[in-house]
């Protein structure tokens, strides 16, 4: 939990020790915050689905004061509760997320990631962070999440700083959800089909949700969806231009683009780590775990494993089977996850069909944190294909 590990990217180096000398280790964070860090895949995925030993009610994300303290948030969003809640929250919302509903954004995101990548091309190159990645989720999934085009950029920035260590987010948290809340005073008793209208209109248990369930899940869904899907399109990115022989294979059509994104995704492991906390006392690859103990799941270091991926440090595009965690695993399990597959797809599609490339026009930079695998900049010039 050092942030200065991330200056670089990843610390690969420090995870690969870690996860020889074993798959789960107990940490001590500079403030004396403590956590059982799980490097390794199999236990790493035996945390994720074991939700009656290892709860989300009490935190989904490492805090570095204390991770025992009450977390905001708690047993009120998809994220932060276990069953039966859990599924309530989450079946209240699943059918905007489904397969079947998310494939109808693909045109949209077809034309978004066009006109972005069309306007870089046309200045001979820039900012892919800040001039496509970052302003591409919201603009395909706005209308599905209920915010209007104005409000965009609002949201944008908001979201940004949700994912801030400085303050744990809590200052783009509460803008995200101060938003949804007057959203809701408007939109009472409104038919609708986006997310607020149809958390409005859910039922749980028989009973509405509460105003504090849905805008927390408001919040929950609109960080997810605008944040992780960025850093996911900057790594992959970042991750063909440095390996210009996978590079050529997708853009000679030698390797499907649905086998790419998985293991893109693999690769980038755009959320860092999720953590639980035990409700009893237990074991963990031989490790005793005491109830009330957090524990963290590593995901970039699970997904490089060798005891789960062949030759994990090197990028196999058409890697098969690949099941990394990078969407988590159980019934946590990201319900963006086709919406995901929808908007890589899409970005991917036209980069590998366009005439000319891109390349790395200056060394990236990286966010820094132990939360989000994300760059701030990534400097791009056109070249020929
Ligand atoms: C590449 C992009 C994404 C990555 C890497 C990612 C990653 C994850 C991970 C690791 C989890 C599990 C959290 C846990 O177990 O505590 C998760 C859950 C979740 N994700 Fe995603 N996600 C992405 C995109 C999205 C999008 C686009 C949405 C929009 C709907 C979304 C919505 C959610 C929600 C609501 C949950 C909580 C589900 C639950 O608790 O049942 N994610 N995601």
Known sequence: ???????????????????????????????????????????????????????????????????????????????????????????????????????????????????????????????????????????VQAEILGIPPEDIPVIMEATGRSVDEADHGASGHHDVMTYFLKALGTRRGEAGRDLVGTLLAAR????????????????????????????????????????????????EGRVGVDSAIDELLRWTAPATHVMRTAVRDTELAGTPIRAGDAVAVWIPSANRDAAAFADPDTLVLDRAPNAHLSLGAGMHFCLGSALVRVLLRALLTDLISADTSLALAGPPVWQSTWAVNGMRSLPVTVVPA
């Open 1 to 139: 939990m050092n942030p200065a590990l991330y200056a670089r990217g990843n610390p690969h180096e420090v995870w690969r020790a870690m996860r020889e000398a074993g798959p789960v280790h107990h940490q001590v964070a500079r403030t004396g915050a403590e956590h059982w860090a799980v490097v390794g895949y199999d236990a790493g995925r035996q945390v994720m689905h074991d939700w009656k030993v290892f709860t989300s009610t009490r935190g989904a994300l490492l805090r570095e004061d204390d991770n025992s303290a009450p977390y905001p948030g708690a047993g009120k969003m998809p994220v932060l509760t276990d069953p039966s809640r859990h599924t309530e929250l989450r079946r209240a919302v699943a059918q905007l997320f489904t397969p079947r509903a998310v494939e109808k954004l693909g045109a949209l995101a077809g034309e978004v990631a066009g006109s972005l990548l069309a306007e870089l091309r046309a200045r001979g190159g820039g900012d892919f962070v800040t001039d496509v990645a970052a302003r591409f989720p919201l603009a």
């Open 204 to 251: 749980a248990g028989g009973l509405p949700l509460s105003d504090e369930e849905i805008v927390l899940t408001c919040d929950n869904i609109v960080v997810a969806a605008s944040q992780t899907v960025q850093h996911a399109l900057n790594g992959g990115l970042l991750a063909l231009l440095e390996h210009p022989a996978a590079w050529s294979a997708l853009r």
